[in-house]
């Protein structure tokens, strides 16, 4: 316990969560397009959604494919508690910005309820038993329309009652804050738990239940626990979500949904806290950045999704740390050099694939609008086999150029790591 106050009150993170807020200030003063807002709010809502899911995937080990029920079931709620608030049936009027903690009660509640079940098992009995549970509860969805609203869903209208401190949350630059508010204070809340004994002892439940059986603990019960504190926080995203939209489906508990969650998590890099905060933000821009400029974004998330898996399967949060290590030993300089020349091969190997998947798709799926498509700033014709070539040879040559620059990195790599071991341990002899 003295170890973990200590490590929640070190002086040397506040500039850190400082920072932190002072960047979700400041954020829409960067990017003030409408776009950028509703992009940013939604980051806001996956950032906290893909956090709770490592709290089991991450810290606990739990492999879930239905995470999205507690997500979807606390928006349910949140969007009925603002519609029977509007209505009046409530016995005390909400003010909106509590809302969430709604999705998040409601979340644990649920949390409760299923984690009872999922919890009697571990490992990949587990995680089919999570599948079911979503599958149970998407068809609840659509069996019954009085709760769940059909597969039309259930919208509401967040700008009821009188102006909470004078803001009415109408804009979308209001929402953005108070999604930005509550992110920052579920991170934080977040952080924290990971640093509580249930937290460590999930740790150690993850890497070794027998042990931990073995001290007193019952991996059970914790593995209960961490679903339901995981749960609060999916219930609160689910909330979020509904404020932001101001509409709640079946989609919202979809497999789907868990699945997007899934490889947020996983992209970001589950073994660190900040990985599945990097996932969310990669997720979507995915999801909603890129999905406005092609109908191919599911394709490319795919193949960087299997791209890292194969690659870095510690995410994008390990890439930053081991290059951290290196900077911290004044080496990045000698990585400077492979490094460009696999941007650039990788530039060219991935304007080829660009170019081969946009003309495949505009000649199948959007075959109706003919031809031609924009493309690199260009007025390409995908029927053309010129263009078909020129993409051919970008692929070829792009893939050898990747080749030897991995390999030429690989052995620059390679050479630095053994002279930070070196200077790591200078007495130590081959």
């Not at 950045?289 to 191919?296: P, W």
């Not at 078909?388 to 040559?397: D, E, F, N, S, Y």
Request: proline share 4%; charged share 10%; net charge neutral.
């Amino acid at each position: 316990r003295t170890g973990t106050s200590a490590s929640l009150a070190d002086p040397g993170r506040w500039p850190l969560w400082a920072a932190l807020a002072l960047l979700f200030a400041g954020l829409p003063w960067l990017f003030d397009s409408g776009f950028s807002i509703t992009l940013l709010s939604q980051m806001g809502v996956m950032i906290v959604f893909a956090l709770s899911y490592n709290m089991l995937f991450g810290q606990g080990g739990m492999l879930s494919f239905g995470h999205a029920v507690y997500s979807g079931l606390g928006a349910f709620f949140t969007i009925h508690a603002l519609n029977w608030a509007s209505a009046g049936a409530l016995p005390m009027s909400l003010p909106l910005p509590l809302l969430p903690l709604a999705g998040g009660l409601a979340g644990a509640a649920f949390g409760v309820l299923f984690g009872y079940v999922t919890t009697k098992k571990a490992g990949t009995p587990f995680a089919m038993i999570t599948l079911g549970i979503g599958e149970l509860v998407f068809a609840a969805s659509l069996m019954f329309p009085g709760f769940f609203g059909g597969e039309g869903g259930v919208s509401t209208n967040r700008v009821v009652g009188e102006p909470f401190l004078g803001i009415t949350f109408g804009p979308a630059i209001e929402v953005y804050y108070l999604i930005a508010i509550w992110c920052f204070a579920s991170m934080a809340a977040m952080y924290a738990f990971s640093h509580t004994p249930l937290g460590r002892i999930s740790n150690a439940v993850r890497d070794n239940p027998e042990r931990a059986e073995f001290i007193g603990y019952s991996a059970q019960h914790v593995r209960f626990l961490v679903i339901v504190a995981s749960a609060f926080f999916c219930g609160i995203a689910g909330g979020l979500s509904a404020i932001n939209f101001e509409i709640v489906s079946a989609e919202n508990v979809s497999t789907a949904r868990s699945g997007g969650v899934l490889v947020a998590a996983f992209i970001g890099g589950a073994g660190f806290f900040f990985g599945p905060i990097l996932g969310a933000v990669i997720f979507i821009f995915f999801a909603v950045a890129l999905s406005d400029y092609t109908s191919a974004w599911q394709f490319y998330l795919g193949a960087f999704f299997v791209l890292m898996v194969m690659y870095a399967p510690g995410g994008v949060a390990s890439l930053i740390a081991m290059n951290l290590r290196v900077m911290r030993h004044g080496l990045l300089g000698r990585l400077a050099g492979p490094y460009g020349a696999l941007a650039l091969a990788t530039g060219v190997l991935l304007a080829g694939v660009i170019a081969l998947v946009e003309m495949s798709y505009q000649l199948t799926l959007n075959f109706a609008s003919g031809s031609q498509l924009r493309l690199f700033g260009m007025d390409v014709d995908a029927s053309s086999w010129q263009a078909w070539a020129i993409a051919a040879a970008l692929v070829a040559a792009g893939g050898l150029a990747f080749e030897a620059a991995r390999r030429r990195f690989a052995r620059t790599w390679d050479a630095v790591q053994a002279l930070i071991e070196a200077k790591s341990h200078p007495g130590a002899t081959t």
